[in-house]
T-cell receptor, first 109, second 115 residues
Framework: GDSVTQMEGPVTLSEEAFLTINCTYT??????LFWYVQYPGEGLQLLLK?????DKGSNKGFEATYRKETTSFHLEKGSVQVSDSAVYFC????????FGAGTRLTVKP | DADVTQTPRNRITKTGKRIMLECSQT?????MYWYRQDPGLGLRLIYY???????NKGEISDGYSVSRQAQAKFSLSLESAIPNQTALYFC??????????????FGPGTRLTVL
């Protein structure tokens, strides 16, 4: 069945550092890919998405490109802030929604 | 007010008890979902509903049942709770216009502890 594998955390960075969180997927067909973010004590909220190969999703300085050849959707941000501290989930929507295990990011001042 | 609400937010119960978690939404969406979140496992789909008369099992439906009372309400029941059902439970909705590209809108979660 469909599945998502993402980089294990936790990840700790200093403010203004570069962020990459790796995500790879296994799916039949052509799923849509998503990154969701969960702040402490809250539900998940959409960060960005891409619906077809080579699409780039972007929001709040975060970017991810749908790479069909490598079945990947890595999340990047050029300069993280303390307010980016959260848990990040990669997800796909094929026959149904599948989420990765989540990666906890902590950004220190 | 929040678009997707869940009650209760926290619940502690004992093994064997029946528990109902409730979800309401004001987004006017047709599709609703129940997930559980466990550390290191991400979110796993329990049940989903595309409309009031359409209920579907998800990845891990055993031990759970659901009821879609109205477009805006979707309840999750544990008929006889067991400790390994201790988890954070999330309700979510989507508009359903474009199935695979839809954004999911999540409630704040219910933390359930089964002793």
């Amino acid at each position: 069945g469909d599945s998502v594998t993402q980089m294990e955390g936790p990840v700790t960075l200093s403010e203004e550092a570069f962020l990459t969180i790796n995500c790879t997927y296994t799916a039949t067909g052509y799923p849509s890919l998503f990154w969701y973010v969960q702040y402490p004590g809250e539900g998940l909220q959409l960060l960005l998405k891409a619906t077809k190969a080579d699409d780039k999703g972007s929001n709040k300085g975060f970017e991810a490109t749908y790479r069909k050849e490598t079945t990947s959707f890595h999340l990047e941000k050029g300069s993280v802030q303390v307010s980016d501290s959260a848990v990040y989930f990669c997800a796909l929507n094929g026959r149904d929604m599948r989420f990765g295990a989540g990666t906890r990011l902590t950004v220190k001042p | 007010d929040a678009d997707v609400t869940q009650t209760p937010r926290n619940r502690i119960t004992k093994t064997g008890k029946r528990i109902m978690l409730e979800c309401s939404q004001t987004k006017g969406h047709d599709r609703m979902y129940w997930y559980r979140q466990d550390p290191g496992l991400g979110l796993r789909l329990i049940y989903y509903s595309f409309d009031v008369k359409d209920i579907n099992k998800g990845e891990i439906s055993d031990g759970y049942s659901v009821s879609r009372q109205a477009q805006a309400k979707f309840s999750l029941s544990l008929e006889s709770a067991i400790p390994n059902q201790t988890a954070l439970y999330f309700c979510a909705t989507t508009a359903g216009d474009l199935i695979s590209t839809d954004t999911q809108y999540f409630g704040p979660g219910t933390r359930l502890t089964v002793l």
